[in-house]
């Protein structure tokens, strides 16, 4: 297929930013909302606990702002949290008026508690799938939206950047057939890459795409060393690393060590609430052996819980446990941390301005300084409804007067060879390379060693994946890979850079704050240098 189609406006991902931002965007002209699956599969629609929002007026919000900040270790941006927690009500509120269904008793809604929150403020739906159901309601609005367009099962390969200014982007259909659209501006909101990493609790389309586009096109990424491990995953061998929701301790879960004792008063005072890089911290060190020998198991036991249907509050987790034989009312669970969200990402302001024209991010994939070192557990579907919706306001102003499109956008566009099995298995063994390193170089746990060897590694598979590229083929997988390349180099790069422990951040040879050198954001620009900033 060749040729240039056009639209207003591109959103390249369909979470909880990518569809508010698309609703907002189609009040101004076309919309095309371009996803690698199906719509529904996203990091929003696997959100279990909630969405948190102060909605008792300013007191409420003030202790919103204080609890995001407090846990953001030193790192967050005021004006930012300011922004999400004002406007958080409203996006909410809207959200209900467009027909999401959270979840009530007695006419009200349900708020719960999770850690590091002072008060409940978690709304919740269906019990645990409070993102499939945000999801379900802003994909319903935008689907009867004449002018919102969806290109699902396919992968933007490439942005077309003419004169420094993003004019459009290359796409790739599971059928390998290629072609190009132009547009006035360009809004990556297509999550984080939690895949990049071999424990994650992210769905397998979390590989950091649209962030290592924005990276190639020139755009700066901040903040790349700060990935946030939830402590609660599901640690079985045969079963995937299901995240266990942060509610599960705001409902009274226990955490225990291999011999039956809770642990998390000798790490933080507030136990299990503590907030999420103290607990998985705690969670990795319990199951480190003395000896030296297989990591020991640790538990999360509700057993003791009483007055609540944990079946009724957690029908997901209830019936996934169920499949391997647990049980939340009857058995230890046994958990391990896992990659759950990237507190760094395209460096925007405050409306999502990246530093290239015409383009834009929001959600996972932005990086506004407003999770500092340690995101607030239930901040991220807010962040996507509240800066989903600043990115398509500013997008439509600036793009009122557009630049005529440069001629060169129009280039024929051709297939690209097809992959041979044999070299579809090579990537695949690249990448499981890949991901093995960054668990074991930059995890939970880093050092200068370990992430000098991540770099080592990782240098040794982009020559692999190069290898294909200058043969000139492509296929999804091939441009996932990269993808996560790209991703992987910037966050050992950055790491090596903060040389002092942070939030999600720790450094075993540098375990203290160095308020003096990093109290600051690191920007990593085009020749992968980072520098640091006080914003």
């Known amino acids: 297929?060749?040729?240039?189609?056009?639209?207003?406006?591109?959103?390249?991902?369909?979470?909880?930013?990518?569809?508010r931002a698309a609703v907002e965007l189609a009040m101004h002209g076309t919309v095309l909302v371009v996803t690698k699956e199906a719509v529904a599969e996203s990091n929003t629609h696997y959100a279990q606990g909630g969405i948190a929002v102060a909605m008792q007026g300013r007191e409420d919000v003030a202790l919103h702002l204080h609890d995001t900040i407090a846990a953001g270790d030193g790192l967050v941006y005021g004006r930012a949290a300011e922004v999400l927690v004002a406007e958080g009500p409203q996006r909410v509120e809207e959200l209900i008026d467009w027909g999401a269904r959270f979840d009530h008793e007695s006419g009200k809604l349900l708020q719960t508690r999770e850690a590091a929150h002072s008060v409940p403020r978690i709304l919740h739906a269906d019990g645990d799938a409070t993102g499939a159901e945000i999801s379900r309601s802003l994909a319903a609005l935008a689907s009867a939206n004449k002018a919102i367009r969806f290109c699902e099962w396919t992968t933007v390969t490439g942005l077309v950047v003419c004169h420094a200014r993003v004019r459009g982007v290359d796409l790739l259909d599971r059928d390998g057939k290629s072609w190009r659209v132009g547009a006035r501006a360009l809004l990556i909101a297509a999550g984080g890459a939690g895949q990049v990493y071999s424990d994650t609790t992210n769905p397998a389309v979390a590989t950091g795409d649209g962030i290592a586009l924005a990276a190639d096109a020139g755009a700066e990424l901040a903040d790349m060393e700060l990935y946030q491990f939830h402590p609660t995953a599901?640690?079985?061998?045969?079963?995937?690393?299901?995240?266990?929701?942060?509610?599960?301790?705001g409902e009274g879960a226990y955490l225990r060590n291999h011999r039956g004792e809770r642990f998390m008063e000798r790490y933080h005072p507030a136990l299990e609430l503590a907030p999420r890089d103290v607990v998985a911290r705690a969670v990795a060190r319990e199951s480190m052996s003395e000896s030296g020998g297989p990591a020991q198991a640790v538990f999360l036991d509700m057993r003791h819980v009483r007055g609540i249907d944990l079946h009724k509050r957690f029908p997901g987790i209830s019936a996934l446990l169920a499949q391997y034989g647990l049980d939340l009312h009857r058995d230890l669970v046994p958990i391990r941390p896992a990659a759950h969200y990237l507190m760094g990402g395209i460096r925007t302001d405050l409306e999502g301005r990246t530093s290239v024209r015409g383009l834009y991010a929001a959600g996972e994939a932005a990086c506004t300084g407003v999770h500092g070192a340690n995101r607030l557990a239930s901040n991220s579907l807010l962040e996507g409804l509240v800066f989903g919706a600043r990115a398509a306001k500013v997008m439509a102003a600036d793009a009122a007067a557009p630049e005529p499109l440069d001629e060169s956008i129009d280039e024929p566009i051709t297939d690209s060879p097809r992959l041979s099995e044999s070299?579809?298995?090579k990537i695949e063994s690249t990448i499981t390379c890949l991901?093995?390193?960054?668990?074991?170089?930059a995890g939970l746990l880093r050092s200068e060693s370990t992430l000098r060897q991540g770099l080592e590694t990782l240098s040794h598979c982009t020559a692999e994946l190069a290898r294909f590229a200058a043969q000139g083929k492509s296929s999804r997988r091939l441009s996932e890979a990269r993808s996560l390349s790209r991703v992987a180099d910037a966050i050992l790069r950055s790491a090596l850079a903060r040389t002092e422990s942070r939030g999600a951040h720790y450094r075993s040879d540098y375990p203290q704050h160095d308020n003096t050198h990093f109290l600051k954001h690191s920007i990593l620009g085009r020749e992968s240098n980072v520098v640091f900033e006080k914003w």
Do not use: N, Y
């Open 435 to 441: 991901r093995t390193s960054m668990w074991e170089s």
């Open 423 to 425: 070299d579809e298995k």
């Open 234 to 249: 599901l640690f079985l061998p045969a079963a995937p690393r299901f995240l266990l929701s942060e509610a599960l301790r």
């Open 1 to 19: 297929m060749t040729g240039c189609e056009q639209a207003d406006f591109i959103v390249m991902g369909a979470g909880v930013a990518g569809l």
